[in-house]
């Protein structure tokens, strides 16, 4: 009789391991995403700085045969479509590549060092505080394990010039072994200022989404150009720091780019049956002087807020009202010039009584010492 086969180690035995590992269950039927694995991050209210609404973008990949890399960035959850099959096999809602193979019969299998690779330009700079590799519907075909790199190059570089030698590259995520069907996430401690990342995935398989969540860091020479930009968007490192409601929709939808292209495109809180009001509060890029402001209830038809007043706090912390309990009209952009420039930090939008708007813009300019603020931050980020 033949030996007995010796029992099989493999190159990720010994890797650090996220949260889920594993195969998840075969598809059995049913709602696909009711033994979807996922934790709680501490991260996860944060901007998604690889979000394509703000113009992040997957620029190359080294294969993408089952499924285009593209899909990584869309902001939707994977679907996942039991029945659907092409040319090539499955169609997967992800980037999913070939199986790698080993140099000849007698090896078999890939190498320790092979690797599939992706190159994702962040839609904004910024300090990266978490990532989440998303595997959902990769039960069996998921990688084994994957990590993350991050670079910062000024400009718009090509997919060439973030490969060329002497581009540094920063570890965010080591190699860990992930999980099939699960949202696989990872702390980042890294305070710098990073623009683009190489996603890893070892040693081939598929990933749904990439999400990086983190603070955006933009350049200060850039708005400083500009002269008058929007002090809240998210492109230009305004953020939300609290909202009163996020029943319907996120409130930093208000702050995204362009204009709402639908009724969950911008903020909608549920019915009020009390006597309260809501609101959202904002942190701006830098203390500013803000010289006019729009409110647009875009396809908030039906449920716009009645009416609005809008506050601000400068450095010293007391709040003041600088647009009136006004009037808002259903799908409509609402401009308001205001008389003097009003210097602020933060921003508070009152609704009355509830529904929501789709999008806030605040319309100024670094103040002095907020421009040089905003200069020394970027420096320390390696800007």
């Known amino acids: 009789m033949p030996d007995a086969p010796h029992a ?44 394509r609404r703000l113009g992040a973008g997957v620029t190359a990949a080294n294969d993408e045969f089952f499924a285009e890399r593209e899909n990584l960035l869309n902001p939707e959850p994977a679907a996942f479509e039991p029945e659907r099959f092409g040319h090539k096999g499955k169609i997967m809602d992800g980037w999913e590549t070939r199986r790698r193979r080993g ?51 000024p400009g718009t570089p090509s997919p060439a010039d973030l490969l060329a030698d002497g581009v540094k590259w920063t570890v965010l995520v080591p ?15 890294a305070e710098r200022r990073f623009t683009h990342l190489r996603v890893n995935q070892h040693p081939d ?3 749904a989404r990439l999400r990086v969540y983190g603070e955006v860091a933009p350049d200060p020479a850039w708005l400083a150009a500009l002269g008058t930009f929007d002090l809240v968007a998210l492109e230009n490192g305004g ?21 709402s292209g639908r009724m969950d495109d911008g903020w909608e809180t549920r019915r009020r049956r009390d006597l309260g009001h809501d609101w959202i509060r904002y942190r701006l890029a830098e203390t500013s002087e803000i010289r006019a402001v ?7 038809k039906g449920n ?78 390696g800007g």
């Open 175 to 189: 190699r860990t072994a992930i999980g099939g069907h699960a949202a696989n996430g990872f702390a980042v401690d």
């Open 103 to 153: 140099a000849d019969a007698a090896r078999p299998h890939p190498t320790a060092d092979d690797h599939d690779w992706a190159l994702v330009r962040l839609g904004a700079p910024g300090v990266i505080r978490g990532i989440v590799v998303d595997t959902a519907h990769f039960r069996g075909n998921y990688p084994r394990a994957v990590s993350v790199e991050a670079t910062s190059l």
């Open 239 to 259: 953020r939300v720091e609290d909202a009163s409601d996020r029943f319907y929709s996120p409130a930093a939808n208000t702050i995204r780019p362009g204009r």
């Open 304 to 381: 716009a807020a009645g009416w609005a007043t809008l506050l601000v706090r400068a450095d010293d912390g007391s709040w003041t009202e600088i647009l009136p309990r006004t009037a808002l009209q259903p799908d409509t952009n609402h401009r308001f010039v205001l008389p003097a420039a009003v210097v602020a930090s933060e921003v508070r939008i009152d609704i009355f009584p509830d529904g929501g708007i789709s999008r806030l813009r605040l319309f100024g300019s670094l103040t002095d010492r907020g421009a040089e603020r905003l200069a020394a931050r970027h420096h320390e980020l």
């Open 8 to 51: 099989a180690h493999s190159v990720y035995d010994g890797l650090p391991a996220a949260l889920f590992t594993g195969d998840a269950r075969p598809y059995a039927g049913g709602d696909p995403y009711a033994d979807y694995r996922i934790g709680d991050f501490p991260f996860a209210h944060l901007t998604d700085l690889a979000d």
């Open 294 to 300: 729009e409110i647009d209830t875009a396809y908030l």
């Open 205 to 207: 398989g598929g990933i």
